[in-house]
């Protein structure tokens, strides 16, 4: 749950990525760190622990001057959240000066981890991404940058996008099976890249491509891009939660658009569980555009029944479970006006603890709805993801400790549905299991850190 920006080649390039990642921050809250590539081929860096606005208030980008500057914003799946794990992580390492920025999540970190200290590596965060940027270091020096990387990127497992900025190039990377969007865009003669396309949008940028599952895109100061394929395929399976929650409706991600994709998962949860209502009630922000689509299916009218407090940011974003939950109740507020005496649906993309669910409920009831159904525009989450996205573990989700109808009762509605799994890829429009469904169907498509330590035990009996 990271977002990345890039820019090359561009005498605002430090300006850009911030704007960049501030049309990105629904991806990461926790902090945010730019690096500027200077003509002198030093590095410049600046970063904080808070939200990009407040980390560059004010801020004097003439400290920033180079042409070519990679950015990250941050949220916590691995490694603690101190300043030190804020990327993009910079060092200085036999090949030079390298700064790295990762979004997703590896899944044998800890392994390479525990053998690059055993073997006298010294670590300066927590992070898994720090894993990446030993592997490189220690790949003998008189070997090419790009052969550096491949090498390095060979022996971990998991999911990433990356850029890599030397003192000389700048390496964008789709791990090979896809799991987080990267686009590559046009600014001008510039070129950009981004983990969702609104970072383009907002730079007046024109979307390129995607890099592609396992594509290595090396981009020289001083030449023409190349495109490499390094990995050894496989399966590709970029995320599908990204189309139910995490990316931006009006990014386009994995070659579809967002809001277009997400509306359908309206359209089909509709078809599966239509039920008789007044109104239908969207859960600002999560399932505005979900609604939509189910409210144009069922033939039912959409109200406004909950506002939501834009200054509040998301809720589960929070690390701490204190935080989230008053977080909810100083996030969204009842309309009486529009509920008053309604059978209402009320429409939102997941249920992960139930906490959320809970509270809206009650609230929807103090303001006088009649009866409260709740419709989910996704399948229940049964599992943590390991690839990027922070969920909890299993003994946290609700979905995974009761059955459907418990799950009603627990957050107090009338009645109880899901999208299916079916219905969910229908919405996007792929085949079954073409994508990483992991968190919905229980099929790690790269295995589970357990399953890994599990693998290496049998291969040492
Ligand atoms: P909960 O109170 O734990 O059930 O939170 C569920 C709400 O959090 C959903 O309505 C989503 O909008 C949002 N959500 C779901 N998954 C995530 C996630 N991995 N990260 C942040 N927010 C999430
Ligand atoms: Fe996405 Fe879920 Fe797979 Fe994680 S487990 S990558 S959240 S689909």
Redesign the pocket.
Known sequence: ?CGLMAVVDHPEAANLTYLGLYAQQHRGQEGVGIVCLNDDRTFSLKKGKALVSDVFRDYDFSKLPGRTSVGHVRYTTAGGSSLDNVQPIFAEISKGRVAIAHNGNLINADKLRRELIQDGAIFGTSSDTEVILHLIARTPSDIPLEEAVISALQQVQGAYSLLILFSDRLMVVRDPAGLRPLALGKLGESLVAASETCAFDLLGAEYERDVLPGELVVIPMDGKAKSYFPFKKEKSAPCI?EHV??ARPDSRVFEQNVYSVRRQMGVELARESHIEADIVVP?PD??VTAALGYSEQARIPLELGLIRNHYVG?T??EPMQSIRDFG?KIKHNANPEVLKGKRIVVV??????????RKLVSMLRDAGAKEVHMRISSPP?MGP?YYG???PEKDQL?AAQKSIPEIGSYIGVDSLAYLSLEGLYKAVGVEQSKMCDACFSGEYPLGTPQQLVQIKQEQLL
């Open positions: 749950m939660f929650y995490f859960v999560s399932g998301r589960f974003i909810v939102d993309d997941s249920i992960v603890r139930g906490t959320t669910s989450t993801c996205i922070d969920t609700i």
